[in-house]
Nanobody
Framework: QVQLVESGGGLVQPGGSLRLSCAAS????????MGWFRRAPGKEREFVAS????????VYANSVKGRFTISRDSAKNTVLLQMDSLKVEDTAVYYC????????????WGQGTQVTVSS
């Protein structure tokens, strides 16, 4: 079983940047795809970005493409989400998640970290 702990959320002005981190531990991480999701107030959870742990294949939601970058640091077992040009509508609780690369369901989740974009 994989355990996930997010950090790096906070308050930032529109146009600013934040970097979220997801520390992963547990089973062989090379078997997993890691994802970031978010849930804004009053809205359903939505996919943000994903990355294969043992490769560089990345996928982004259209709403964040060109502004967010997902990456992983294998040496530190960490997945990063660099968020630039932040907008008010990016305000949400951000969750790190993991699924087996061969599967389709994210079944391991972190506790979430709040990101607030406001002037």
């Amino acid at each position: 079983q994989v355990q996930l702990v997010e950090s790096g959320g906070g308050l930032v002005q529109p146009g600013g940047s934040l970097r979220l981190s997801c520390a992963a531990s547990g089973r062989t991480l090379s078997m997993y795809t890691m994802g970031w999701f978010r849930r804004a107030p009053g809205k359903e959870r939505e996919f943000v970005a994903s990355i294969r742990w043992n490769g560089l294949a990345t996928v982004y939601a259209n709403s964040v493409k060109g502004r967010f970058t997902i990456s992983r640091d294998s040496a530190k077992n960490t997945v990063l989400l660099q968020m630039d040009s932040l907008k008010v509508e990016d305000t949400a609780v951000y969750y790190c998640a993991a699924r087996l690369a061969s599967g389709s369901v994210y079944n391991t989740w972190g506790q979430g970290t709040q990101v607030t974009v406001s002037s």
